[in-house]
């Protein structure tokens, strides 16, 4: 790779009109831009969300927030698909700086949306570490500079209360996650969250899915398998419904996940 954030020239054209769109959105309240997700951490493919970050100032304006939302708008209807696959969060650079700010709610723009809302999505200590160890800057200063060091005890128990807590609720309203796209979703993440508890450091759903194809029991492999290759065009799969056998057992998945975190 050159000094582009990514090997694709496609992505890079939209990054950058992004980043200008976000300069001039904001003006002096723009600190700095960077990648997080599976570009930071190296494993990425041409189906990767592309995961970015935005450390502002302070809390954003209703001028900010309003320019910000025609941005987004014009970036979603440019003709490259990557433009609808941007996914990433507003920080306030104090919010950022300290992962005990985790939870609150910060302006967000979800995969496959051309609109920010206030959700609490990227505002975790994974992201902050991710941001800290592997970010890739799009504009301003190192993303090492903006957060400080996280305890890696903080980090496991983060991932192993989200676990427990998603978990729940999967178990509790299973009818909620029952189309495709959150059927293989949930396998990916509960295999990449098991390995980053394990390993004390944030990982990708690939480096996720070979370590639990290796490691957990075999009878496994084959659901691991079909999640992952299920990853393209999540807009179709969220609108298609599970299989049911796959849905199941990826019930089972997640309680046999919990149980072997526990352990």
């Not at 990425?44 to 935005?54: E, Q």
């Not at 100032?57 to 609808?84: F, N, P, T, V």
């Not at 910060?106 to 809302?117: P, T």
């Not at 993440?189 to 957990?216: N, Q, V």
């Amino acid at each position: 790779m050159t000094d582009r954030p990514t090997p694709y020239p496609e992505l890079n054209d939209v990054l950058d009109e992004l980043v200008a769109g976000v300069e001039t959105a904001l003006g002096d309240a723009f600190v700095g831009a960077c990648l997080q997700g599976s570009f930071a951490v190296g494993d990425f493919d041409r189906h990767s969300d592309v995961d970015f970050v935005v450390a502002v100032r302070d809390e954003l304006s209703d001028d900010h927030i309003s320019a910000l939302q025609a941005m987004h708008d014009r970036i979603y209807g440019l003709a490259s698909e990557w433009a609808k696959h941007l996914e990433g969060s507003y920080f306030p650079i104090t919010t950022l700086r300290d992962y005990r700010r985790s939870g609150r709610p910060l302006w967000y723009l979800d995969h496959g949306s051309r609109s920010l809302v206030r959700s609490d999505h990227c505002n975790t200590t994974v992201v902050r570490w991710v941001v800290r160890e592997y970010g890739i800057p799009l504009a301003g200063p190192n993303p090492a500079s903006l957060v400080d060091p996280i305890p890696v005890e903080a980090l496991r128990a983060e991932i192993a209360h989200t676990m427990r807590s998603w978990g729940e609720e999967i178990l509790d309203q299973p009818d909620k996650y029952r189309n495709r796209f959150y059927q293989g979703f949930i396998v990916l993440s509960y295999c990449r969250m098991l390995h980053d508890l394990i390993e004390g450091r944030p990982g990708s759903k690939r480096a996720g899915a070979e370590w639990a194809k290796a490691t957990l029991d075999p009878a496994w492999s084959g659901l691991i398998d079909r999640a992952w290759n299920g990853r393209p065009n999540p807009a179709v799969s969220f609108r298609e419904p599970a299989d049911d056998e796959d849905f199941e057992a990826t019930l089972r998945f997640v309680q046999a996940v919990i149980r072997e975190s526990e352990r």
